[in-house]
């Protein structure tokens, strides 16, 4: 057999084998080199996509198909295209970060913290590698219950709320979610996200237009609470200031994108027209979301929160890209989704770092640490500078792609969206001012120790990633780009013009109605006017 026709499940399984090997560790050293050595792995093999990927091929790539439990046509299917190809990669690069982040933080209960760590990484790279409906379901959830116990056992002193507030938050817009994934299975017989999307391109779906639209929504406020979009965002600030470095790490650099992938996996294939109903209210929500987490940021003394609402900001910026339906905004959207995990990521490493020294996120008890922490200062400046969007650097890329499709697709909401780049500028400069610059005057800062050599190589690989993302963004914009074509092409034309695609045989033979779901409903024939004109 071929490594690569199970490469992806290799890639699930790496952490999965590690977390039942962590299991049997003794000490605190054993499970975090287990933990190290394992996400490692999963990380070589994970390289192996966009290594292997083909951007001229069409359709899912690295696809594996077991059946799993036929008598509910439920099958084991994992894949990729250009919008998760670099999301794996993301996943368990962070993932190692996050070991390397705890290396010395973690003193009890080590065992369980790498435990969950390690299958936290296996869930959220089963939900960016799922081509079923309910196994990407299974994955989701995965994902919930490691990432609340990690709040709730590791996190500060509110962490028990922080976490329940995460927890029923996201348990929430899963329900809707799942009711969504059994109505399409009820209609279509199928989990099958491949078939189901070629199903609806060739208008075989039958929803009417008030249907379509609560699917759409049951799907979509699913994903927007991950997201999390404005007004959905308010479990965000406190997860990540009661969470552990590691924890907010994966939370903000790899949950958060499940929202958007979430959006452009179905919302936009499975719902267009729906879809494209709902873009305007989407889009001023998007908005807000940038305005508003920018101006909170700015008025935060808790370094954490601050970078906590500048997530709710950037995270803004990618819906707009998604919903002006412009392939070349989508393309920044799924870019600045990368760089947001190489950022936001690293500006958490960096808080996390000076908590470990002081024990505190209050910006009142810092300022002029450049001059005892010359080194850190340094990477401080690289990482606030690429969340800022300096050209160069990898979030400039991401934003200009996003403004000009804004611009392309509707010039208020490009302008609008464009404001938001001035304030995170302003926010973060603020916060680089109020921590690095200036005169040293709490003594307790006086003598802290600069970063010693596993922290300057976590720091340092953010840096270099951010760097080479801005000087050689094609490198990952050439195999994202054929498949933003793809999904935004039904949206090129206006809904009442656009033909729908033929539906390909494939789809034709193999989509059936399951026995027990109702036919649908046949749309009636239009009656002539005028007694026979």
């Known amino acids: 057999m071929h490594v690569d026709s199970i490469l992806i499940s290799l890639i699930i399984a790496t952490p999965l084998a590690g977390a039942a090997v ?4 003794r000490s605190r050293e054993g499970a975090r080199m287990i933990a190290l050595l394992f996400t490692l792995a999963a990380f070589a093999l994970s390289l192996r996509l966009p290594w292997g990927f083909d951007r001229g091929a069409a359709g899912m790539q690295f696809q594996q198909r077991l059946n799993w439990i036929p008598s509910f046509h439920i099958h084991y299917i994992v894949g990729i295209d250009g919008i998760s190809l ?22 009890d209960r080590a065992r369980t ?64 979610m799942l009711a969504g994934i059994i109505w399409l299975y009820n209609l279509t017989g199928t989990f099958d996200w491949v078939k189901i999307q070629q199903a609806a391109a060739a208008g075989a779906l039958h929803l009417s237009h008030a249907t379509a639209i609560w699917l759409f929504l049951a799907f979509f406020i699913a994903f927007a609470i991950k997201v999390p979009l404005f007004p959905f965002h308010t479990w965000l600030p406190d997860a990540h200031v009661e969470a552990p470095t590691a924890g907010s790490v994966l939370l903000a650099g790899v949950l958060l994108k499940m929202g958007p992938y979430g959006m452009l996996r179905f919302c936009l294939p499975l719902f267009p027209d729906a879809a494209r109903a709902m873009a305007t209210p989407i889009l001023i929500l998007g908005l807000i979301g940038i305005i508003y987490g920018g101006l909170v940021a700015f008025v935060q003394p808790n370094m954490k929160k601050l970078v906590a609402y500048s997530s709710v900001s950037h995270m803004g910026f ?48 810092y300022g002029g640490i ?79 120790a600069d970063l010693n050599g596993r922290e300057r190589l976590v720091l340092g690989t953010l840096g270099v990633l951010a760097l080479a993302m801005g000087i050689a963004s094609p490198v990952f914009l050439n195999k994202i780009s054929p498949t933003a074509d793809a999904v935004m092409r039904p949206f090129q034309a206006p809904a009442s013009t656009a033909a729908p695609p033929r539906m390909p045989a494939a789809a034709a033979v193999t989509l ?18 005028g007694g026979g004109r």
Not at 424 to 441: E, Q, V
């Open 22 to 25: 962590v299991l049997a560790a």
């Open 512 to 529: 059936r109605r399951h026995p027990a779901a109702p036919a649908p409903a046949r749309a009636p024939r239009p009656r002539r006017q």
């Open 113 to 176: 913290f790498y435990l969950l760590l390690l299958l936290l990484d296996a869930g959220m790279i089963g939900v960016f590698v799922s081509l079923d409906l309910f196994l990407f379901y299974v994955f989701w959830e995965a994902t919930l219950v490691p990432m609340a116990l990690l709040i709730g056992i590791f996190g500060h002193e509110r962490r028990i709320y922080a976490a329940v507030k995460f927890f029923l938050y996201t348990m929430a817009g899963s329900m809707l």
């Open 370 to 448: 450049a001059s005892a922490m010359p080194v850190y200062a340094g990477f401080f400046v690289l990482l606030v500078m690429s969340s800022a969007g300096l050209p160069l650097l990898n979030g400039f890329v991401g934003e200009f792609l996003i403004s000009l499709g804004a611009f392309l697709g509707r010039h208020v909401i490009g302008s609008i969206a464009i404001s938001g780049v001035i304030v995170s500028a302003i926010y973060l400069l603020h916060w680089t001012r109020a921590t690095i610059w200036g005169d040293l005057k709490n003594p307790k800062n006086l003598h802290l």
């Open 318 to 365: 990618i819906i707009v890209g998604v919903f002006t339906f412009t392939s070349i905004g989508m393309q920044g959207s799924v870019y600045q989704m990368l760089n947001h995990g190489v950022s936001t990521a690293g500006l958490f490493i960096l808080v996390g770092m000076l908590y470990e020294r002081r024990h505190t996120f209050e910006l009142s008890e």
């Open 86 to 107: 670099w999301l794996v990669p993301l996943t368990t690069l962070l993932s190692v970060l996050g070991v390397l982040v705890s290396w010395n933080s973690v003193s």
